[in-house]
C-alpha cells in the first residue's frame, strides 16, 4: 500500500501562485508516476499533470501547460505542483494520485492510490 497526503491548497487572488505538495509513504517504491487530478462542482475529475518517479519525465494537459510545474523530490518521497498565473476556473480540489504500472494514461482509473485532495480556490 502507498499512502498519499496533499496539502498546499487554499485561496488565492487571480494571477497569483500557490504550490502543492503530496508526501508519499509505504510501498514507494513500487510507485511508477504520481499525478495531481483535479475536480470541480459539478464536474468530473480530470487529469492535469504527471511525473514519472525513476527517470522525472513529465506531462501537462494544454490549460495549465506553461503555468504549472510539477516536481519530485525522491529523498523525501515528494511530488510538488507548483501553480502560476492561476485563473478562476482552476478553482477545484486537487488530489494526488499514484500508479504502479509503467506508463502514464490520463485516466484516473488507472491510478492505484489516491489522497484525500486539497482546496484551491482562485477568486477573479
Known amino acids: 500500500q502507498v499512502q498519499l497526503v496533499e496539502s498546499g491548497g487554499g485561496l488565492v487572488q487571480a494571477g497569483g501562485s500557490l504550490r502543492l505538495s503530496c508526501a508519499a509513504s509505504?510501498?514507494?517504491?513500487?510507485?511508477?508516476?504520481v499525478g495531481w487530478f483535479r475536480q470541480a462542482p459539478g464536474k468530473q475529475r480530470e487529469f492535469v499533470t504527471a511525473?514519472?518517479?525513476?527517470?522525472?519525465?513529465?506531462y501537462y494537459v494544454p490549460s495549465v501547460k506553461g503555468r504549472f510545474t510539477i516536481s519530485r523530490d525522491n529523498a523525501e518521497n515528494t511530488v510538488y505542483l507548483q501553480m502560476n498565473s492561476l485563473k478562476p476556473e482552476d478553482t477545484a480540489v486537487y488530489y494526488c494520485?499514484?500508479?504502479?504500472?509503467?506508463?502514464?494514461?490520463?485516466?484516473?482509473?488507472?491510478?492505484?492510490?489516491w489522497g484525500q485532495g486539497t482546496q484551491v480556490t482562485v477568486s477573479s
Open positions: 494520485a499514484a500508479r504502479e504500472t509503467v506508463g502514464v494514461p490520463s485516466s484516473s482509473a488507472a491510478y492505484n492510490y
Open positions: 509505504g510501498r514507494t517504491f513500487s510507485v511508477d508516476a
Open positions: 511525473i514519472t518517479w525513476n527517470t522525472g519525465r513529465t
